[in-house]
């Protein structure tokens, strides 16, 4: 039985962790599926919101890298096998990291160990409405990700105070093959999902993705230390001077767990219940080492 691999990719905090939760929702108990999620940094927290929200699924975590780099495309091949072999989904949805360059996807499940059982189903890219030119500007692999879309996501609709038309032509022009929906809080049903064509991703078949993102550092902090929400939104004001994508969970002194989410300006922070994973901070930043930004949260601390 042929198994389908669903790829979902955008920009640091577009929205795919949000998009990945409704589809698991949506299929509910009728499908197998397993959910990839890779993480630049050597560690993840979107696996940990996932399976806060929904337990019915297989996760698998791959961090420290980009599967579509060669560093690790071994080790995600054999991730795939394992998968098969092990779980037999109907589904297996890949969450890519962020900064990853997906644009070599279908030579990837050509390899000889894949290209009899997986087949790509969808490829869905999520773009942050409100901050896709200065994505663009930063990083040719945002533009790569909407080049093999079959599905753009145009989300954070509500974020967004200009003519989301004008948006859409921006998209248009750089994949003509793709459908286009807007949305809030990556909201859409699987049936509009799974009516789209599969025109763009094979016009790159033999591109190479870029190994590693241009200038930007995934820097992690594990965070012994309790928070406030005061101190924790004065700690997330000062990093988004220099960092342009935040995320984790910190405790507070009431032991309540807080989960924040920071994409350039844009901040949320949300108290969580039932966790009990690791307390961490991932900053995605040009400037910063994982050493400054450990300094700073230190000063931030309860």
């Not at 920071?262 to 995605?284: D, R, W």
Request: hydrophobic share 40%; net charge negative.
């Amino acid at each position: 039985m042929t198994c389908k691999f669903i790829l979902v990719t955008g920009f640091l905090g577009s929205g795919k962790t949000s998009l990945v939760k409704h589809m698991l929702s949506d299929w509910g108990e009728s499908a197998r599926v397993a959910v990839i999620q890779n993480e630049f940094a050597a560690s993840g927290v979107d696996g940990k919101e996932l399976k806060l929200a929904n337990d019915q699924f297989e996760l698998i975590e791959i961090n420290n890298g980009s599967v579509f780099c060669v560093c690790l495309l071994g080790h995600f091949i054999h991730t795939l096998e394992r998968l098969l072999d092990e779980y037999q989904p109907d589904y297996i949805v890949l969450e890519a990291s962020g900064l990853a360059d997906p644009i070599n996807i279908v030579e990837l499940l050509q390899a000889d160990e894949l290209s009899e059982r997986l087949v790509l189903d969808q490829i869905i890219t999520l773009v942050d409405a409100a901050n896709i030119e200065r994505s663009l500007a930063m990083l040719a692999r945002t533009r790569h990700q909407i080049m093999i879309a079959d599905v753009v996501l145009l989300n954070k609709q509500d974020c967004y105070p200009g003519d989301l038309t004008e948006l859409s032509r921006l998209l248009r022009s750089m994949n003509p093959h793709a459908a286009i929906y807007p949305t809030e809080h990556g909201r859409i049903c699987l049936s509009q999902l799974t009516e789209s064509s599969h025109l763009a991703a094979g016009q790159y078949y033999g591109r190479q993705s870029a190994d590693r993102p241009e200038q930007l550092s995934a820097c992690v902090v594990r965070v012994h230390q309790r928070f406030t929400q005061e101190n924790l939104n004065a700690l997330l004001a000062e990093l988004q001077h220099d960092c342009i994508r935040i995320k984790g969970f910190v405790q507070t002194p009431e032991d309540v767990t807080l989960s924040f989410h920071s994409v350039f300006e844009n901040c949320q922070v949300a108290a969580v219940s039932s966790y009990s994973g690791a307390a961490e901070l991932i900053a995605f930043s040009e400037t910063l080492t994982s050493k400054q930004v450990r300094q700073i949260v230190r000063r931030y601390a309860s």
